[in-house]
């Protein structure tokens, strides 16, 4: 496998979306390239996303596994599976960082998870803390707190400018999920 010559920690954040489309975007252009991406989902359980089938077609390169559950998470109102599912998440994202075997580690909503109170901020803030050199590290979700932004290498605000919501357009299946 070939090694990053500097891994960066990467936030997509912002109230529009495309955060988990461009952090799916990069992990498109890293495989391309030979590199491995690991993509851990928190507060994602549902089976009807598209990312999920596309990128079973990047296997063995790509990997992707969702920490959450099919329901909604409602902030002050978060259950022990929510919560449990997360830890278990930021769990797993240790384990492949560690390993050496992948290249970018994708950590899609992790932000959410944090400001829906599934996961202490302070255990985000170590995990960013203990990357390792070789990895790249990108985390998405709405909320990014100072802290977050501050430990970043890079960080892109996804603004909304107009969105089709706003005209009565639903999510639309293989664009919006």
């Known amino acids: 496998m070939q090694n990053l010559e500097k891994g960066l920690i990467q936030v997509y954040t912002g109230n529009n979306k495309g955060k988990t489309t461009a952090a799916l975007g990069l992990t498109l252009r890293a495989v391309g390239h030979g590199f491995k ?36 998470v409602r902030k002050g109102q978060a259950k022990n599976e929510d919560r449990q ?43 960013m803390d203990e990357k390792p050199e070789y990895i790249e590290l990108v985390m998405t979700g709405r909320n990014a707190s100072s802290r977050i932004i501050e430990k970043a290498h890079l960080v892109t605000e996804m603004v909304q400018i107009k969105h089709p919501y706003e005209i009565g357009i639903d999510a639309r299946k293989g664009i919006e999920y």
């Open 37 to 72: 991406v690991f993509v851990i989902q928190f507060m994602k359980g549902r089976q009807d996303y598209g990312e999920l089938k596309g990128l079973e077609r990047l296997e063995p390169e790509c990997r992707i596994e969702q920490f959450g559950t099919p329901n909604w």
């Open 85 to 127: 599912a997360a830890q278990a998440g930021l769990q797993k994202a240790r384990e492949i960082m560690k390993s050496g075997e992948w290249n970018i580690l994708i950590l899609d909503e992790i932000i959410n998870a944090i400001w829906f109170e599934l996961l202490p901020e302070k255990d985000v803030l170590a995990l």
